[in-house]
């Protein structure tokens, strides 16, 4: 495995040792890489007047420009990637798409609400946040580690997708749930109204997802019909692959600019709101990675499991709080320090996760779950 824009496809027998130690430079510094980013995007916050005021003024609607193009930038060569005649295999596997759905919409929502509630009792506007990040799953970043971990490229296309329809279906009755009618059946505290549009979400997912989902489809379609495949995948995709890890470098840098201040400045709220965070995604990751093996998938398909039940959708669960509590809001701060955690953590997973292959059968996985 090359950098998230080269990698080339995976041959080795599973369980080959050495897998980390193979791992071309670029891969190997990803941490170094993606801890710079994120220190230079704290300074760049700190240190720079106006910065923030200047990158929150370049919006459409309620999203930051910068980061959208960042993230359009990361997820379409990615994409550009994705095997679209091979989708038919992955939603046929229906012990994949059942887990899948169990773990983004019923386990992982209700594992931060206990966390929230069980970690920070004392800091309600906290705990709201962490609530909202829970309802939001990802459907952007862990295309780019789900691919570093050698994942199921074309299953977590059909996964992110689900996930989008049932975040704009469900996010705000989840959160009513979570926020209002659960609190008080178990009498813990009088609920908070969360009042969001569906409409609103589906904004968030057509900027995030459709957008690079379509450029990377129909690059493939017309590239293969003008070119062939062997130029498209040997040619055309080698040279945009550099682009997604330059564009998660710049979102990594631009967000963490934005919220420089906030974080830096009250770091004993960030370490509170951080213990809840990182239980989640170590319980989220390895109960999903567990569960995968558990049913009998593919390493391909478990490592795809694991990331996209782990990984949460923290521009919406920013936008959400900041639209109904306010920029300076305890739960918009909850939101920022998302993926302050969430980034060095899944990065780090990616390596766990490389290291867990020799858990796995060598027995060839079906057609269409390994890359090509």
Request: charged letters at 10%.
């Amino acid at each position: 495995m090359s950098s998230p824009s080269t990698r080339a496809p995976v041959s080795a027998p599973v369980g080959q040792p050495g897998v980390i130690g193979a791992l071309s430079t670029p891969d190997r510094l990803l941490p170094v890489w993606i801890g710079l980013a994120m220190a230079a995007g704290l300074l760049l916050g700190r240190l720079v007047p106006g910065l923030n005021s200047a990158l929150e003024a370049v919006k459409i609607g309620e999203i930051s420009l910068p980061i959208a193009l960042g993230l359009l930038l990361m997820m379409y060569p990615v994409l550009a990637k994705v095997r679209y005649d091979r989708l038919g295999a992955v939603t046929g596997d229906r012990r994949l798409l059942v887990a899948s759905l169990v773990l983004n919409w019923v386990l992982g929502p209700a594992l931060m609400f206990a966390l929230a509630w069980l970690l920070l009792p004392d800091l309600p506007e906290y705990r709201t946040g962490l609530i909202i990040v829970g309802l939001a799953r990802c459907i952007a970043m862990v295309l780019i580690w789900n691919d570093l971990a050698c994942g199921d490229r074309e299953a977590a296309a059909v996964l992110v997708a689900i996930n989008s329809i049932f975040q704009v279906v469900a996010f705000a009755a989840l959160g009513w749930f979570y926020l209002q009618v659960l609190p008080g059946w178990l009498g813990l505290a009088e609920g908070t109204a969360l009042q969001v549009s569906a409409w609103d979400i589906a904004w968030y997912v057509l900027i995030f997802l459709g957008i690079p989902l379509v450029a990377g489809y129909l690059s493939r379609r017309l590239g293969e019909r003008a070119r062939g495949r062997e130029w498209y995948e040997e040619r055309f995709l080698p040279k945009i692959g550099p682009i997604a890890l330059y564009g998660l470098l710049f979102t990594i840098v631009i967000l963490f600019a934005l919220q420089g201040e906030t974080i830096t400045s009250q770091p004993g709220d960030v370490a509170r709101i951080a213990v809840p965070l990182l239980a989640y995604f170590a319980l989220m990751w390895g109960g999903s990675f567990l569960a995968g093996r558990a049913i009998g998938l593919t390493y391909e398909r478990t490592t795809t499991l694991a990331f996209t039940a782990a990984g949460n959708n923290f521009e919406l669960a920013i936008a959400v709080a900041v639209g109904v509590f306010g920029v300076t809001s305890g739960q918009a701060l909850a939101g920022v320090v998302g993926p302050l955690i969430e980034v060095p953590v899944l990065v780090a997973l990616v390596y766990v996760s490389l290291a867990g292959r020799r858990l796995f059968s060598t027995t060839p996985a079906p057609k269409g779950s390994v890359h090509a």
